[in-house]
């Protein structure tokens, strides 16, 4: 029985290889060279008549810059962890927190320091935020106001208001952000100044 399950499993990598290889844009002379991986064993593994082995999976994944689990598709039933990837945005430090939900994301975000007299940066789109600081402090604006929070401290507010928070010392500051599905598309997969929402 968990023979079928693996074979079920592995049954279904040579739609996944193709499909991804397809939205990578490359070919297959292409991953060969950067996998060390033969043109006919590539084409084989994505026709389904190559088992894919460990070894093989491994280079194409990081080819790809996948993980193992993209490529077997391999569910993730009694394991609630996440696994989060931080990646880094306008100096910013950004870790998500969720992984299915899709009303409200939630980051841990470390700011860099910031001159205590710099502006604010501040933008306008649709969706609510919410914030709350771990440690350091941070000056938030929304619209003409400006507070200051320290740690323990949050606030929630409307982002059809130009808003924008950064630390308030020259130090780093760290915080929890929530996001609803909208102002998560702005803030980390959005770029430039501000956007009228």
């Known amino acids: 029985m968990q023979d079928d399950a693996i074979d079920l499993v592995l049954g279904g990598v040579a739609d996944r290889l193709r499909a991804l290889r397809a939205r990578k844009g490359r070919t297959l002379a292409e991953l060969s060279t950067e996998t060390g991986i033969s043109v006919s064993t590539l084409s084989r593994l994505e026709s389904g008549l190559r088992r894919p082995t460990l070894d093989l999976l491994i280079r194409l994944a990081a080819a790809y810059g996948a993980s193992l689990d993209d490529l077997v598709g391999a569910p993730q039933i009694a394991d609630a962890r996440i696994h989060p990837k931080p990646f880094y945005r306008d100096g910013k430090a950004i870790v998500p927190l969720t992984r299915h939900n899709p009303d409200v994301h939630a980051f841990k975000i470390v700011l860099p320091g910031h001159p205590p007299e710099g502006a604010v940066p501040r933008r306008v789109h649709e969706g609510y ?6 440690s350091g402090s941070i000056r938030l604006a929304i619209g003409d ?15 059809r208001k130009p808003h924008g928070f950064v630390s308030a010392t020259t130090g780093p500051a760290e915080v929890i952000n929530l996001l609803s599905r909208v102002g998560e598309r702005v803030h980390v997969h959005g770029e430039g100044g501000e956007s009228a929402g």
Request: hydrophobic share 50%; charged share 30%; net charge negative.
């Open 129 to 134: 935020d919410w914030i709350y600081v771990l």
């Open 145 to 159: 106001d400006e507070l200051v929070l320290q740690p323990g401290e949050a606030a929630e507010f409307d982002t």
